[in-house]
Nanobody
Framework: QVQLVESGGGLVQPGGSLRLSCAASKFSLDYYAVGWFRQAPGKEREGVSC????????SYADSVKGRFTISRDSAKNTVYLQMNSLQPGDTAVYYC???????????????WGQGTQVTVSS
């Protein structure tokens, strides 16, 4: 019943930008906190950013502060992650997730998308 689909990934040069989208179907994302996570080969899944149910707060990992911005478009039932000044270290599969409580810990979330690949390389 709950479905999340990420899109917008791809290959980008260092210093470039991408905007990832997390679209929900069959339920409203407005009633959930939404987080973005990423996982590189051989590494643990890590929290990147999250936004609260009411959009009253956002959080970012130290590694992306000042470069990434999370936002919500209720009319499109979509949450975005704008990524600027991308670095090779940002290369990973990016996942969005929805849960009752927000935070940067993956275990807090109940529903997950399939992921979208982001590759930063010259």
């Amino acid at each position: 019943q709950v479905q999340l689909v990420e899109s917008g990934g791809g290959l980008v040069q260092p210093g470039g930008s991408l905007r990832l989208s997390c679209a929900a179907s069959k339920f409203s994302l407005d009633y959930y906190a939404v987080g973005w996570f990423r996982q590189a080969p051989g590494k643990e899944r890590e929290g990147v950013s999250c936004i609260s149910r009411s959009d009253s707060s956002t959080s970012y990992a130290d590694s992306v502060k000042g470069r990434f911005t999370i936002s919500r478009d209720s009319a499109k039932n979509t949450v975005y992650l704008q990524m600027n000044s991308l670095q090779p270290g940002d290369t990973a599969v990016y996942y969005c997730a929805a849960g009752i409580f927000g935070g940067l810990q993956p275990g807090l979330y109940n529903y997950w998308g399939q992921g979208t690949q982001v590759t930063v390389s010259s």
